[in-house]
């Protein structure tokens, strides 16, 4: 690595400009620049940093506000570069090309009529086509190249957002150099490192105390960029860029602001747990390393002050992975070394609809919504994004205008045009973005406006810097009155252009998918998809999918208001789910009930092996309807997949229900899960739950009778407690199988003596010690028994009502032991922690047989209350039990 600290001082033209100030742009005297030329270095900075303090600007609300301050910075810079004679960047290869990405992906929004699009795009027609068929109604006579219009017109704002950015950053490269602009990212990303931080050390959950984030976020996690890969993403470009300005001359922050700041991204970008930009950092650091060096036979650097800003750059990132040694988590490391590629099934799973789609593409935008249609991985999942940039691009442009944009983009910001003719901090700036854009061939990033705005500012002061050297136009003086308001007149129309497609995005885009769903599914949920409120709800879900007519999830809150009563069969809608996501669980699962309730079991159970399949998490419902439809062996193995879906089904099978005519059943289930993998410890469970039922029961085929059968049937039990110890030794089931099958032999003795040596080292302590009070009350002696609820009392009491729960149930035990003064003290505590009437009059009874009858009258007299005092048996009562109390008092 090398500085600039001694290069020669033989200045460039673009420099010598710079340096002249005023006089070089045409102002004599080197007057100062008026004040809209000194605001524009101000509005790129505060869009660099708003967008990713706003959550990265995902938000259409706050996308709305970054854009309309771009397109006033970027009318500006067209402006004075117009009035300073400059070549306008507008007309630059990569404006150009951000401009036509704008325009086109505009165009796929605007409708055009069917029949059209049945040529230009059959797929896309065709999504169209049959949108309405759950209606009833024919498919719309107008129709758009995207299939979701309005994210695509969201899509556009940014695409013209990124353009003003890379407009307004190359003007002020031109006019300030590169290290303007690199400064201002590297900023940014200081700033979302610090407010990352700040976020953990409060442990919020929410961001700044005002957004509350709508999924899971681990600790440390919680900032302005929630997703851990586009944080590390920004965070890389802003540690690169860092480098540069650390060991470049003159820049404009002391270096130990650099440093200092240096080391807060490195640790936080290390704690953001993302593989790809961990990767991806040390990759950028050598590659930086490798083309400073190439610059460093150009120019020689004193050994002295590369020595002294390489050592102040070692210990920055050291003192950063310091940092975040300190305060990474059991998970964070875990984060890290998770092994799960179902990122390359994405992959794969979107080359169908490239194919379908590789001409014109699905729209920008409409990823998420099309998506389901071709996914092949199980599971309730929804993806956003392709998670690669390229992919991404031609799923939603298709595949040539994706392609002609990657060729001019990367013709336009290749490294012999733009790095290595810069300096240390152009260079350290450039190979962030070549970093940034690595990690987005397996993570997303660039889809979120905050990370691609600071790519734009970041190469739009590379791009003007390096291209600052260009002649200036020759202004003629003395122009007639209509020649001076040409700048004027094409900032305006620049500006105003840029704030009608913003105006055009809030009418039209701000409904999106998410929101639809959110919003549909409250309705649903609050009753108003049923009765008189269909035909109002039917109509929102009509605007819902013509909104988004590749979305499965409309279509299947149709199915559910059919089924709730709304007049209309559910089957048009469950099949137009399933159309447009193969793999739907929750369809294939209500499918199935509806064909239940029709009498066509067999296909029901059919439905409901393939629910299971494409969506494990609601195997325990499927497993449970499968058990409520059928009670035969054979039938009950069409609901079951092969594979360890079926393994899970079997064991919910075996688990699911207690009734004793089903036990043979559930053992059945029990060992062919068993069969299928010896590995399940809760098929184990449930083979020696249901084998202890039979020895519960005299009659039973398999363990009634003789003693033999009970005897095979006990060390049955024993091999499969043993089975469970050998897989999980701190398995609450081992010891729970044993303990009851002690319990059944009479030998409660034994059975709270092995569970009162286990507890404390069982995974379920409550539990065990729940059975240990049920082993301590099978022995006469109540020596044991009162030791034990005590524990199990300072155990279960997590809350409120888990400790009345708990109280409640060891009165009961209590109670049907005739220890009525004992069962006294656990019902008062339960019904002073939460109480109800049922609380009430259990304490009231069993202190009436305690003799406790004011404590009775006391337990009836707030039972009263509660009930309002109307109820005459109940104060009767009441005085009854007064009267036992004052008895003894009252007698000679």
């Known amino acids: 690595m090398t500085t600039d600290s ?27 620049p008026p004040l809209a030329e000194r605001v524009i270095p101000w509005l790129l900075g505060a869009t660099v940093a708003g967008s990713v303090l706003s959550i990265g600007a995902v938000h259409t609300p706050t996308l709305a506000v970054v854009s309309a301050v771009v397109a006033i910075a970027a009318a500006l810079s067209l402006r004075a570069s117009a009035l300073g004679g400059e070549a306008s960047h507008a007309k630059t290869l990569p404006a150009l090309t951000l401009l036509g990405l704008t325009a086109y992906t505009l165009l796929q929004a605007v409708p055009m009529p069917l029949a059209w699009l049945e040529r230009l795009s059959p797929a896309s027609a065709d999504i169209w086509s049959r949108s309405l068929m759950p209606l009833g109604e024919a498919a719309p006579r107008y129709a758009s190249v995207s299939l979701d219009p309005g994210a695509t017109l969201v899509e556009a704002v940014k695409w013209l957002t990124y353009t003003g950015v890379f407009i307004t950053a190359a003007f002020v490269g031109a006019r300030r150099g590169a290290k303007l602009g690199i400064t201002l990212v590297f900023g940014s990303a200081f700033l979302a490192a610090l407010t990352t931080i700040a976020h953990g050390l409060l442990g919020a959950t929410t961001v700044f105390g005002l957004y509350q984030p709508r999924f899971s976020v681990a600790s440390w996690h919680v900032g302005p960029l929630l997703n851990p890969n586009n944080l590390a993403g920004y965070l890389n470009l802003g540690i690169l860029s860092g480098v540069g300005l650390l060991l470049t001359s003159r820049p404009h922050l002391p270096a130990w602001v650099i440093g200092v700041g240096l080391t807060t991204i490195v640790g936080v970008g290390i704690i953001a747990s993302s593989r790809g930009g961990l990767l991806a950092l040390p990759l950028g650091l050598a590659l930086f390393a490798l083309l400073s060096r190439r610059r460093r036979g150009r120019h020689r650097a004193a050994a002295r002050g590369r020595g002294a800003a390489a050592w102040l750059l070692s210990v920055a990132i050291g003192g950063g992975a310091l940092l975040a040694a300190l ?174 497609l913003v105006s055009l995005m809030v009418r039209f885009g701000w409904r999106d998918v ?78 199935a009930e509806v064909l239940a309730s029709r009498g066509a079991k067999e296909q029901a159970l059919l439905s409901l092996r393939l629910a299971v399949e494409d969506d494990p998490g609601v195997t325990a419902t499927a497993a449970g309807l499968a058990r409520q439809w059928t009670q035969t062996w054979e039938e009950l193995l069409r609901a079951v997949p092969e594979g360890r879906a079926g393994v899970e089904v079997l064991e919910r099978m075996a688990t699911a229900g207690d009734r004793r005519d089903e036990v043979d059943l559930r053992l059945r289930c029990a060992e062919e899960a068993i069969a299928r993998d010896r590995a399940r410890v809760g098929a184990h469970w449930a083979a020696g739950d249901a084998l202890l039922a039979m020895l519960e029961a005299p009659g039973s085929a398999r363990c009634g009778g003789d003693d033999a059968r009970r005897a095979a049937c006990e060390r049955e039990i024993e091999a499969h407690a043993a089975a469970v110890q050998g897989l999980d030794d701190r398995s609450f089931f081992a010891v729970q199988l044993r303990a009851r099958l002690l319990l059944l032999g009479k030998k409660g003795a034994e059975a709270e003596q092995l569970l009162a040596g286990s507890c404390e080292r069982l995974d379920n302590r409550a539990g065990c010690l729940r059975l240990r009070v049920v082993a301590a009350a099978q022995m006469a002696s109540s020596e044991r028994l009162l030791p034990a609820l005590r524990e199990l009392l300072s155990a279960s009491c997590t809350s409120l009502a888990a400790c009345a729960a708990t109280s ?85």
């Not at 033989?10 to 710079?18: H, K, Q, T």
């Not at 059919?562 to 809608?573: H, N, Q, T």
């Not at 259990?842 to 309002?868: M, P």
């Open 327 to 500: 305060a990474a988590t059991n998970r964070t490391l875990s984060e890290m070394a998770d092994d799960n590629l179902d990122k390359l099934s994405l992959f794969r799973s979107t080359l169908p609809l490239l194919a379908d789609h590789w001409l014109l593409g699905i729209g920008r935008g409409a990823f998420e919504t099309v998506f389901p249609a071709y996914r092949q991985s199980p599971g309730n999942i929804v993806f956003t994004h392709a998670e690669n940039v390229v992919i991404q691009w031609a799923a939603e442009w298709g595949a040539p205008v994706a392609a002609a944009s990657l060729v001019a983009l990367g013709v336009a910001f290749r490294p012999g045009k733009i790095a290595l003719r810069a300096s240390t901090a152009a260079l350290g700036a450039w190979v962030g973005c070549a970093v940034l854009l690595l990690q987005n061939l397996f993570d997303l990033g660039l889809e979120v406006p905050g990370v691609s705005i600071a790519l734009a500012a970041t190469l739009g002061s590379l791009w003007g810097d390096a291209y600052g050297e260009r002649p200036r136009l020759e202004a003629p003086a003395g122009e007639p009155g209509p020649e001076r308001w040409r700048p004027w007149q094409a900032a305006g129309c620049a500006a105003v252009s840029a704030l009608v």
């Open 808 to 892: 409640t149930w060891a009165g009961d035990l209590l109670a049907a032991r005739g220890d009525y003064p004992s069962a006294v003290t656990y019902y008062a505590r339960a019904a002073q922690d939460e109480p109800t009437e049922e609380r009430l009059l259990k304490l009231a009874d069993a202190a009436s047989r305690a003799g406790a009858h004011i404590e009775a009258s006391k337990a009836l007299e707030r039972l009263l209350q509660r009930r309002g005092g109307q109820d005459p048996a109940l104060r009767k009562r009441v005085l009854e039990e007064k009267a036992k109390a004052l008895a003894p008092s009252l007698s000679p």
């Open 514 to 591: 998410d929101h639809d769903r959110r919003s549909l599914r409250a309705q649903s949920d609050a009753g108003a998809a049923s009765g008189a409120g269909w035909p109002r709800f039917r109509e929102e879900l009509r605007a819902a999918i013509l909104r988004h007519p590749a979305e499965p999830y409309f279509p299947l809150l149709g199915a559910v208001a059919a089924l709730r009563g709304s007049g209309e069969s559910p089957i048009p809608w469950l099949q137009r789910t399933l159309e447009r996501s193969r793999r739907h669980g929750r369809a294939h699962l209500l499918l």
């Open 6 to 32: 001694t290069r020669p001082k033989l200045r460039s033209p673009a420099e010598l400009r710079r340096s002249m100030g005023g006089a070089a742009r045409g102002r004599p005297g080197g007057a100062a």
